[in-house]
């Protein structure tokens, strides 16, 4: 099955940049979605087909995707975008769904 | 605007039948070329795709479940259904129904994305 590899955490402090990747083989050739989960909470869509937001979602959240890694940026970061973030393609490989292992996103 | 809910059992025994409904509103199921699936998540883990629906009755399943996973839909009740067989443990988890909205386009490679989801619900598995 095809693999996607998140790093299990980033910090970043109020107001700056965060960077959330996720990698994979040729992942660049793939359409990848983010999503954010606040405890006890569902997911939420912020990103869809590698940089397309969601009505509802902040010009903040921006993706990217290119060669081996998909990025997903969130810019003026506030304590309420503290949240564990998850990555998803299609594998056509195999007709299913992958997620990444999910990255916590922590705001000092 | 489209809502789900799951609903079911909280609390199954092992080797039995888990069974939910998610049922749709604010939209009809069958209207627009939709699928709709089920995800779960252990707690403190990550998701896993169990598998999906489409408006029509056409299903695809995650293989590491394909056994044991069925999922149908019911379009006059605007719901759809999950029913995982001989359950253990590891099959604890909250389990989440989704909008499943896909791009086939030639120009693009294939691909899905979910939105919304329901709030999911926790199935436990215990004697």
């Known amino acids: 099955s095809y693999v996607l590899t998140q790093p299990p955490s980033v910090s970043v402090a109020p107001g700056k940049t965060a960077t959330i990747t996720c990698g994979g083989d040729?992942?660049?050739?793939?359409?990848v979605h983010w999503y954010q989960q606040k405890p006890a909470q569902a997911p939420v869509l912020v990103i869809y087909?590698?940089?397309d937001r969601p009505s509802g979602i902040p010009e903040r959240f921006s993706g990217s995707n290119s060669g081996n890694t998909a990025t997903l940026t969130i810019t003026s970061v506030a304590a309420g975008d503290e949240a564990d973030y998850y990555c998803?393609?299609?594998?056509?490989?195999?007709?299913?769904?992958?997620f990444g292992g999910g990255t916590k996103l922590t705001v000092l | 605007q489209v809502q789900l809910e799951e609903s079911g059992p909280g609390l199954v025994k092992p080797s039995q039948t888990l069974s939910l409904t998610c049922t749709v509103s604010?939209?009809?199921?069958?209207?627009?070329?939709?699928?709709w699936s089920w995800i779960r998540q252990p707690a403190g883990k990550g998701l896993e795709w169990i598998g999906r629906?489409?408006?029509?009755?056409?299903?695809e399943y995650n293989p590491s479940l394909k056994s044991r996973v069925t999922i149908s839909i019911d379009a006059s009740d605007n719901q759809f259904s999950l029913t995982l067989h001989s359950v253990t443990a590891a099959d604890t988890a909250v389990y989440f129904c989704?909008?499943?909205?896909?791009?086939?386009?030639?120009?693009?490679?294939?691909?899905?994305?979910?939105?919304?989801w329901g709030q999911g619900t926790l199935v436990t598995v215990s004697s």
């Open positions: 989704a909008r499943d909205q896909d791009r086939n386009s030639g120009s693009f490679p294939y691909t899905n994305w979910f939105d919304p």
């Open positions: 604010g939209g009809s199921i069958s209207g627009g070329a939709y699928y």
């Open positions: 629906i489409s408006s029509s009755g056409g299903t």
């Open positions: 040729h992942i660049g050739g793939k359409s």
């Open positions: 087909c590698d940089s």
């Open positions: 998803q393609v299609w594998d056509g490989d195999f007709d299913h769904v992958e």
